[in-house]
């Protein structure tokens, strides 16, 4: 496995990637009940965005760059306070000069009860990701393919939580793998929540993943779709989406309301748009 995050980290999908895991993990704090997030494709967990290959990119500042300069309104901005709080703990007195992945921001957001189980399969990123959580008890990482942990690691024995799935996509298959992924875990766990996120890109290949989602039998599934352009003539990233089971009550309305303030930010020449729809069972409020 050759993808490194560290070219993309902090662009325009982490941001709605990482808007939408805060939302949700801050619901599952409203109850004193321990819950547990597993991050299935973990990443290393902090990237350096002066770095030479942050650099070569340069995709953050059209993504958390353009966010932490805009003047957002004041819903969206609370809504959104927690999770650029925690950018913004990286700021070293120049601006942000580094940018947390999933596993710190979960982390970083976790109560005393809370564990955060971490699965990274890149060798050298398991290895930096655990240092990053090293004499940690509440956060363990194991260096694992991410989709074997969907059976050996559920149901969690906490009960309540979340799993996180968001390969890298540089491989054939991944869709199928992630529907298929889901109804396995599913089976397993049918009460907790799950996250796919996944790029917009192929075209043909998001809407086969979203007529086997609705096809799967699984109630709740609803899908959270951010573009920044219509669709490129050439394959291009143009956009992202969350495929969540068990969307927590009102997480559907606050996420509508983070990516129509994130819009006009985000989007290119005023082109961009984002969708929640539900796409099989009960409604994402029910």
């Known amino acids: 496995m050759n993808y490194r995050h560290i070219y993309h980290a902090g662009n325009f999908a982490d941001v709605v990637k990482h808007a939408v895991l805060t939302r949700i993990v801050t619901y599952l704090k409203r109850k004193e009940a321990a819950f547990r997030v597993i991050d299935t494709h973990a990443g290393a967990g902090l990237y350096d965005l002066s770095s030479a290959e942050a650099q070569k990119t340069g995709e953050w500042r059209d993504g958390i760059g353009r966010v932490l300069a805009a003047k957002l309104v004041a819903e969206p901005a609370a809504l959104l306070a927690p999770y650029l709080d925690i950018v913004r703990s990286f700021d070293a007195g120049s601006g942000v000069t580094a940018y947390p992945g999933s596993p710190i921001i979960v982390r970083r957001l976790l109560r005393r009860q809370d564990r955060l189980f971490a699965i990274e399969l890149h060798e050298a990123d398991a290895a930096t990701l655990a240092g990053h959580f090293a004499g940690d008890v509440q ?88 573009e920044i352009r219509p669709a490129s003539p050439e394959p291009r990233l143009d956009g992202c989406g969350m495929a969540v089971v068990n969307l927590p009550f009102g997480v559907d309305r606050e996420c509508a309301a983070i990516l129509a303030a994130l819009r006009p930010v985000l989007g290119e020449a005023g082109a961009g748009r984002f969708g929640v729809e539900v796409l099989s069972g009960e409604s994402a409020g029910a």
Not at 141 to 146: A, K, N, P, Q
Not at 168 to 191: S, T
């Open 139 to 226: 956060a363990r990482v194991m260096r694992l393919d991410g989709w074997l942990a969907l059976g050996a690691q559920l149901p969690p024995k906490e009960k309540r939580g979340l799993v996180l799935i968001d390969p890298p996509f540089e491989e054939a298959g991944e869709f199928e793998r992630m529907a298929d992924g889901l109804i396995k875990a599913h089976r397993r766990w049918p009460g907790g929540i799950y996250a796919f996120w996944y790029p917009i890109k192929d075209r043909r290949a998001v809407n086969a993943f979203r007529t086997a989602l609705r096809a799967s039998g699984i109630p709740r599934i609803t899908d959270i779709t951010f």
